[in-house]
């Protein structure tokens, strides 16, 4: 979930986003990008850069990518409630 905010005083555009709660995961996340670091809340809306937004979003996408083809090379049915 993300929506523009603001510019902060650097000149980066600021998005609001919220991480989502995991079912086995409520958390922190952590993320080291660009010589910068952050730490996110799940389930609390944050501003962040909106490469950093970008990133999360690639991030969680290749996750579920690589659950899902876990889940295949083992023929294990998948648990849909994971993501």
Do not use: C, S
């Amino acid at each position: 979930m993300a929506t523009q905010a603001n510019k902060k005083a650097t000149g980066e555009k600021l998005v609001r986003f919220t991480l989502p709660v995991e079912r086995d995961n409520a958390g922190p996340e952590y993320f080291a990008i660009n010589g910068r670091n952050f730490r996110i809340q799940r389930g609390v809306e944050v501003e962040i850069p909106e490469y950093v937004k970008n990133f999360i979003e690639k991030w969680q996408q290749e996750r579920a990518e690589a659950y899902f083809a876990k889940m295949k090379v083992h023929n294990e049915q998948p648990d849909l409630t994971t993501f």
